[in-house]
């Protein structure tokens, strides 16, 4: 391995200028402080200079026209903008002014479509004709796969045994519009190893294929430039909350795998030092870990891991005391990650983010507490953060903003199933099920 840096230069005229000066960390050099980085194979560092360039020409310049075409594409294709909601039952429950920025009405239902549309849109104009991709939960591969019909491009995506068995739905969806879906069955066939199998597939075919990467992380520039497609929430949800409200929020809240939903949701008020940042990781089932059988029964990266190398960045990792990357794990797939982003690694080390672990009985009684207080059933990773809303709004201030980072529709076999075998408050009644779960 080695670690190779890409410069790019200080934009030009035309180019699409950051609002908010935070938004430049990372562009040049792919560096958080001491995190980030480009740790891979040197048979791909062609290819990520390719993707550098083309990242500070389209994405940064607009150069012919680039970012006019994706806000076109995301307001027709996705759906955008998403409304700001309050929440009134949550609101009177805690005392506080709670907003949700509703991503789970983006077209697919979760905020991955931002990501997914552009890269594939990038590739188009790269030449590329062919996609790949990895998922967990399978939103990252239904974007892709969406975004991939939209603009005809073929798409092949890796996805976890596991997770494909725990996400059927989605799996589904993803063949309906045309992609074909490997299982990944080495490790534990989740996230960490289909991450593991696309960059296998993407060395071996780098002349004509990009790489869509589901989150910020990976070599310089998927952080940088994931993170700026998925801006478009904080964008949004910082004009919003001062149009509703005439003022920033107190706090913003986001749930954190990989980290996309949370550096889309906090890219635009990194910069207000007045609005606190909270990270909702997995807890899992304990904040322990078990060397001995080389598992973390959680996937709190930011808030129990040390720093490492994986799929190509540095970042916080949890690993055992060899430097060994430890098994995660967390109900819901989208979050069942052993890393992190390399900035959000970075601003939790310069305590600008808060990173805060929820367990997976917490997680599901947010799951059924916001489905039935109102009326808007979750994704299972999204219930973390409303997990950490229930535990700790005391914490909180006047006026907090919650992503609603994706629906629950692809959870509900699994909530189900994990409902079955908890005592879980304001849950429906498994006795129904009168021939099992």
């Not at 990038?122 to 603009?151: C, N, P």
């Not at 910020?216 to 952080?223: A, K, S």
């Not at 997680?363 to 299972?380: C, Q």
């Amino acid at each position: 391995m080695s670690e190779t840096d890409t410069r790019t230069t200080e934009a030009t005229d035309g180019a699409v200028p950051s609002r908010r000066p935070g938004r430049e960390r990372g562009r040049d050099d792919g560096k958080f402080g001491r995190y980030g980085g480009q740790y891979v194979p040197e048979a791909l560092m062609p290819a990520i200079e390719e993707l550098a360039d083309a990242y500070e020409r389209y994405v940064l310049n607009n150069e012919d026209g680039f970012m006019d075409e994706f806000r076109e594409r995301l307001a027709a294709f996705g759906g955008r903008p998403t409304p700001l909601q309050r929440a009134d039952r949550l609101s009177e429950r805690y005392d506080t002014e709670v907003f949700l920025k509703r991503e789970d009405l983006l077209h697919g239902g979760a905020h991955k479509l931002n990501n997914a549309l552009g890269q594939v849109l990038l590739a188009k104009y790269m030449g590329k004709e062919r996609i790949i991709a990895e998922t967990g939960a399978g939103q990252h591969g239904t974007a892709t796969a969406m975004a991939a019909a939209h603009l005809d491009m073929p798409c092949t995506i890796y996805m976890g045994e596991r997770d494909i068995n725990r996400q059927r739905p989605n799996v589904f969806r993803m063949k309906l519009n045309g992609s074909e879906v490997k299982p990944v069955t080495t490790g534990r066939g989740t996230l960490k190893e289909a991450i593991s199998e696309t960059m296998r597939d993407w060395a071996e075919t780098v002349e004509d294929t990009h790489y869509v990467i589901g989150s910020i992380v990976g070599p310089h520039p998927f952080p940088v430039m994931v993170r700026d497609f998925q801006a478009v929430i904080s964008e949004e949800a910082r004009e919003q909350a001062i149009e509703k409200t005439g003022g920033l929020p107190t706090d913003v809240v986001a749930c954190a795998g990989g980290g996309s939903n949370t550096m889309g949701t906090f890219a635009d008020f990194v910069d207000d030092e007045s609005v606190a940042l909270h990270a909702v990781e997995a807890g899992g089932s304990t904040l322990e870990v078990d060397e001995e059988e080389g598992v973390a029964p959680n996937s709190a990266s930011l808030y129990a891991g040390d720093e490492g190398v994986l799929h190509g960045a540095r970042t916080k990792l949890l690993q055992d005391s060899d430097g060994q990357i430890m098994e995660s794990h967390s109900v819901s797939s989208g979050l069942d990650y052993a890393g992190v982003g390399p900035e959000l690694a970075y601003l939790v080390d310069e305590g600008r983010v808060d990173p805060v672990a929820v367990d997976d009985d917490a997680a599901l009684e947010g799951f059924h507490r916001l489905s039935n207080t109102e009326g808007i059933i979750p994704a299972l990773e999204t219930a973390h953060a409303f997990g950490y809303l229930e535990e700790h709004h005391e914490d909180l201030g006047e006026r907090v903003i919650v992503n609603v980072s994706g629906r629950g529709d692809k959870d509900l076999d699994a909530a189900i199933e994990e409902t079955d075998q908890r005592d879980v408050p304001n849950a429906p009644d498994m006795s129904m099920f009168t021939e099992g779960i």
